[in-house]
């Protein structure tokens, strides 16, 4: 529901986050994939794994813990109670939490400890927020510390709803921001920011759409394939656009609470301009004619047989797999360089014929 899909980037450490796959074969796929491809990203579909609730820091040294906390008071006694009750009815509460029941993975007694957390969470929130809302980058440090709350929450694979007891965080922040925003010292406009931005996470999410990651994923393979990396000249550099996958935002955000960077994914038809683009730079990168000028083309023979192998390969290439209109619109660029460098060679070569012949004359 939150996260879309896991990358995993080799080394990440699972254990950290609390990641329990609940597919073990899917396991299997993901080091298949490292192996075979050469790569160094891999994912695990969003209905593979669950992310447990995992234990959340305050958000500063100076917090200091209620006394008898979570019995100090009826908010985080009522918090605690609330929770209880929800986990006294789950998996039953719900459609889709009730088809946890019977899987083989799932055991409820994981969940006894989310009174508490959740306690915890709406109490390290209600102090990051009273403490932070005046400062000069007091959204990024109460909404980043509230992203991190919502992430303890962890996450049941795609299709068994959403976190226990996250919606109880939501709502007893919520209810904590409305009742201190009528007061002076906490700006009116600055609560109502981040009342709409906890708002934001209790509007029903629709299901994340999984096959987004795979479709990007393979129209890229497909422009690795499709790409002239048999002419000589561009195949060193074919290892290096294997390793990586421009299929992240460039802008990224940080949470210092998280400890992790934070990307979206590229959309289809941004990754079809970024492949376009890639592909006229790394051609505009060479040419016979470029060759000529600095005096280095030679071997022409070879060099028109390596033109028409590709040509020829990229033909075949297109004849037998589905090509969309999209992968045309690099398909197009490639073939008309292709075809450019050879009209240019056929052109030069008889002249460069005749002039090594005469310069051979003029020797003798
Ligand atoms: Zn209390
Ligand atoms: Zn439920």
Redesign the pocket.
Known sequence: MIHPNLLIILNMNMSTRNIHLTNPLAMARVFKQLNHQHTNIAFLEHTDFEIRYNVINSPDQEYKE?EG??Y??T??ERIVEDVQQHISIFPKCCAQHAKLEGQAWFDKLNYMGLPLHTAKAV?FTEYQILNKVNVDDWYEEITQFIEYCIYSFGQFPAGFGPPLGLEDYLVFSKWIIKNNSGKVQYPKDRMTTILNYLEGYSEPNTEVKQADLNILINQYEKWLKLFPFDIPYFSPLKNQFSGIYPILNGESSFNKFLGTQKSSLITYSKLIDVLVTITKKILSSYSAYQLFQEGKLTDLEQKQLDLAGSLRRLQLDQMREEISSDQKKYIKVIKRWLKDEQSYLSEIAPILARSQQYTAFLKE
């Open positions: 209620p906390f979570p100090c008071c908010v985080h109490h």
